[in-house]
């Protein structure tokens, strides 16, 4: 935090400070202020300085778009990494906050803006907006944005993949709530409870998924669509003790062939103090749709309308089959073939029980938070050897898989959010894929050996990510 008496020149400020300070003490955020707040003691009163807004902007001079493949790039890079300030063509998107998931949405929204398909090896090789305008400007990718259609009426449609790999799962846990996605949100203030159920009823309305169920036809797994359905609502009122309880039993298993797989409860705990509890199955929903059902609820809630949806789930698995068929999706197949031409190897971690048959979801987690000095190596790490924080921990997992197995063969199961194509940004439903990661750490490597191989091991990984993992076992 700076008070200054002239102009406020981060890059020289930093050029100062590296020269008394070592790296990782050089601040990776600079912030302009009038004065130090105080407390009485007449120390620096911490809680009242403003929080910076947006990463690392003030590290580079700001250089603003020269031509109109810039001026386009730097609006979507502005969006996807959420910043409140006009982002420099020289800014890397790494080091703006960016990552593989940020990485593959910039990658959709620049081929439905700009008719060009770039691959995420290319964003990480040209992470600015002038080199990547460069790119664009001189390289023969143009490619026509291929929007998906409505499917044709019919009583019936074909699933996805992920659809199918979650039916398969719910089969061999009958009565089980592992693929259950719950969410609570605590409600402070006046709650009109029959705008709750309305703006509930509403949100499936507006959103196809919620009103599909499954049937099996000739040992095809189907969805079906309902015109209308109703969101159950359950309301309790409790103390805060009891609520934890009352969590608890909410969550319960689906019958997969009734919609909705969703319901909602609403627990009561003071006249303005409300839990709003959410139930889906993962079979018609995933992290994303989770924030985009929240944020339209509340939006609706609010009284506030939305356009109606052109395009559902459905429209998506009936385009999906139909790429199946093509060639990208065979140059995929063979990516992940090659990559497990050896036979999978199985870790063999020295566990006190026996691996069961079917994954069970008992046990704990352990927290470790790392300090400045740690977190700041990293970053540096990262920044040396062009790789994301994703890629990093990887390796270092990968390493201590190896080492605690004795094996110098290793395959982590990564979840892919799987929304590559621009329609399917805020559409609810199952997209996740399982990206099956195999790397070698061999004792005799140096790290940073290794790390490179990671790295190429999660772009390929993420550039195939449309082919289901299921198809691969």
Request: glycine share 6%; hydrophobic share 40%.
């Amino acid at each position: 935090y700076v008070v200054s008496r002239g102009v406020f020149n981060a890059s020289e400020l930093r050029a100062y400070l590296k020269r008394s300070l070592p790296e990782y003490m050089v601040p990776s955020y600079l912030v302009e202020v009038e004065q130090i707040p105080l407390t009485a003691n007449g120390k620096v009163d911490r809680r009242a300085l403003p929080e910076p807004q947006g990463l690392l902007q003030t590290t580079s001079e700001y250089v603003a778009p020269r031509s109109e493949t810039e001026a386009k790039l730097a609006e979507i890079w502005q969006d996807v990494l959420g910043l409140s300030h006009p982002v420099s063509i020289r800014e890397d998107f790494f080091e703006l906050g960016g990552h593989s998931l940020k990485a593959t949405q910039l990658m959709a929204r620049i081929q439905k803006q700009l008719d060009a398909s770039v691959t995420l090896s290319e964003v990480f090789a040209r992470p600015t907006v002038e080199m990547l305008a460069g790119y664009l400007e001189t390289a023969a990718i143009l490619e026509r944005y291929e929007a998906i259609n409505p499917a044709e009426p019919r009583e019936a449609y074909p699933t996805s993949p992920a659809q199918q790999r979650m039916y398969v799962m719910s089969q061999l846990d009958v009565g089980g709530i592992g693929y259950n996605i719950p969410w609570a949100l605590e409600i402070t203030g006046e709650l009109d409870v029959v705008r709750v159920q309305e703006s509930l009823n509403r949100v499936a309305e507006r959103h196809e998924a919620f009103r599909t169920s499954f049937v099996m036809q000739e040992d095809q797994l189907m969805q079906r669509i309902a015109e209308q359905v109703n969101v159950p609502l359950e309301v309790t009122d409790s103390t805060p003790d009891e609520a934890t309880t009352l969590v608890q039993a909410f969550v319960r298993p689906f019958d997969l062939g009734e919609a909705p797989l969703l319901r909602a409860g609403l627990i009561r705990l003071a006249e303005e103090r409300h839990v709003l509890l959410l139930d889906m199955h993962h079979i018609i929903s995933d992290g994303v749709s989770m924030d985009v059902f929240v944020d339209e609820f509340t939006r609706l809630y609010a009284g506030k309308e939305w356009t109606p949806l052109a395009i559902h789930y459905k429209d998506y698995a009936v385009w999906l089959q139909e790429k199946m068929q093509g060639e990208a999706y065979q140059v995929q197949e063979a990516y992940w073939l090659e990559t497990f031409v050896d036979e999978a190897p199985v870790l063999q971690l020295p566990t006190d029980y026996a691996r069961p048959a079917v994954r069970q979801f008992e046990g704990d987690r352990v927290g470790h938070i790392w300090g400045e000095y740690e977190t700041e190596r990293l970053k540096r790490l990262c920044a040396k050897q062009g790789v994301t924080l994703y890629m990093a921990l990887l390796a270092a997992y990968g390493v201590m898989l190896s080492r605690y197995a004795g094996q110098e063969d290793i395959v982590v199961g990564s979840p892919v959010a799987g929304r590559r194509h621009p329609d399917a940004e805020r559409m609810i439903g199952m997209f996740v894929n399982t990206l099956a990661m195999r790397t070698r750490p061999a004792g005799s490597k140096r790290f940073d050996t290794y790390l490179a191989e990671v790295k190429t091991a999660v772009l390929g990984a993420m550039e195939n990510q449309d082919y289901p993992f299921e198809e691969l076992v």
